[in-house]
């Protein structure tokens, strides 16, 4: 027969591992497994580390590169390929729906590389600009930068938590001083960044251990980009999402889940 001790600590067991299972719900590197034609690309992100830190983040996108626009990274250093990576992983959510309906022109993006303090300038942070013919297009904010990753399509969304975008091609580590060749015929930024065009995202504060942190909303508030020091949380609303894996609501299935083992515990008393 079992004992109220033991009864009452199966139960805190069962409840404290499903809480913190719960809040780490997604795993990039399952996501992409789903879709061969991102192989290569998730491969890497598992040899430099990446994919443990997005998935030890709550609130993050991934600008994911299909294996034919990966030969740029053969040539490079796990180390360099890290730094490089690192530029296509931004600190916010955003699926497609989001970039699409921004109120401004363009929006500037924190990626890992800035929270890494690496970064220099505005290398740390990405230019998405939606153009006139409503495509969307990446590259680095340092000014002058050629932005052509255009957005292709959405790999998968888990609403807040995580999306994961197919741009075509990698986004280049800019010069901290500026292009020198800037005589490209490719889209650039309309104005340079601190325009009234313009509009500036941050990073989400670190979450707590008791709640789970909420979304910045598409329209961030227009400011300067924040040094990887100095980040200020976002503010706080909902985005809504286009495609990909199902949502989970933790809230409600880690409520049933307690109660159940409540009664679990109850029964066995």
Known sequence: MSSPSYSLTLFFFFASTFLYTSS???????????????????????????????????????????????????????????????????????????????????????????ASGQAKGLQGFVNATVMNNGDVVFGSAVRGSILDAKLIDSVATHPYN????????????????????????????????????????????????KTKPIVADATAATAKPPSAATAKAPSAAKANSTSGVSAINTPNLAFAFVISSFWFFMMVW
């Open 24 to 114: 780490n719900s997604f795993n990039i590197t399952d996501i992409l497994n789903q879709n061969n034609e991102f192989s290569t690309f998730n491969n890497l992100l598992t040899q430099t580390n990446l994919a443990s830190t997005i998935n030890s983040h709550q609130t993050i996108t991934v600008l994911a590169l299909s294996n034919d626009a990966m030969s740029f990274f053969s040539s490079q250093s796990t180390e360099d390929n890290k730094i490089s990576l690192s530029l296509h992983i931004i600190l916010d959510y955003y699926d497609i729906k989001k970039l699409r309906s921004l109120s401004k022109k363009s929006v500037i993006l924190t990626t890992l590389f800035q």
């Open 162 to 209: 995580i999306s994961v975008l197919h741009i075509s091609s990698y986004i280049p580590m800019a010069d901290p001083e500026g292009p020198r060749n800037s005589g490209s015929s490719t889209p650039i930024p309309p104005q340079p960044p601190g325009d009234d065009d313009y509009e500036y995202d941050e990073p989400p504060s670190p979450p707590s251990s």
